[in-house]
């Protein structure tokens, strides 16, 4: 039984350019939702999607945009990145009946130079 | 502006001995709270829960505490063993999951 996944594992880009991060999530799971993980912090919530909407978001720029897949899988997008975009992005997973006990996946490090 | 906090960045125990993560909240809207594990290279893990209705919640060598009039919640481990080295997540939830910054944990043999 195949848990989270992510990729890429790791990432750099520029300053401007703009980025695709992928999730699939665990077997069953339908609601994905997406986390920023700066250094000595905790994950930040970006947003989550249910039935390909996003249901919830939280204290992020439309820089930061996202689409689920009929198969539940989905992406996030960032576009004219930052410096401070530079951080881990995690993904995680749960059954809609699943009481926020979430899976996450390992992670995309992302390096914005 | 922090909702969730933990003030502990580290804490170090002896092995067989317990540890004791504490956490406390500002908003009283949440109503579940839960704690997760990460090593390095890999995602949180999800540990334990609780239910803002209830003051205690125990799975094998894992306790989770919380007082609601103190906003505080902690989590207990005993025995700790040298694999329960970790970083320690406290989140807590009401419509959408709030992190706290993490406490280091380093269970010495």
């Known amino acids: 039984d195949a848990g989270v996944t992510q990729s890429p594992t790791h990432l750099i880009k520029t300053r401007g350019q703009q980025v695709t991060l992928r999730c699939s999530p665990k077997?069953?799971?339908?609601?994905v939702s997406w986390y920023q993980q700066a250094l000595g912090q905790g994950p930040q919530f970006i947003f989550q999607?249910?039935?390909?909407?996003?249901?919830q978001r939280g204290n992020f720029p439309d820089r930061f945009s996202g689409h689920q897949f009929p198969n539940y899988s989905s992406e996030l997008n960032v576009n004219a990145l930052l410096l401070g975009d530079s951080a881990l992005y995690l993904c995680?997973?749960?059954?809609?009946?699943?009481?926020?006990?979430?899976?996450f996946g390992p992670g995309t490090r992302l390096t914005v130079t | 502006d922090q909702q969730v906090k933990q003030n502990s960045p580290s804490l170090s125990v002896q092995e067989g001995r317990i540890s004791i993560l504490n956490c406390d909240y500002t908003?009283?809207?949440?109503?579940?709270f839960l704690w997760y594990k990460k090593y390095p290279a890999e995602g949180p893990t999800f540990l334990i829960s609780?239910?803002?209705?209830?003051d205690k919640n125990e799975d094998g060598r894992f306790t989770v505490f919380l007082n609601k009039s103190a906003k505080h919640l902690s989590l207990h481990i005993v025995p700790s063993q040298p694999g329960d080295s970790a970083v320690y997540f406290c989140?807590?939830?009401?419509?959408?999951?709030?992190f706290g910054p993490g406490t280091s944990l380093s269970v010495i043999p």
């Open positions: 995680a997973s749960t059954m809609t009946s699943g009481r926020y006990e979430q899976y």
């Open positions: 077997s069953g799971h339908d609601t």
């Open positions: 999607y249910y039935e390909e909407e996003e249901r």
């Open positions: 908003n009283s809207m949440f109503d579940y």
């Open positions: 609780i239910s803002s209705i209830k």
């Open positions: 989140a807590a939830s009401y419509d959408k999951v709030i």
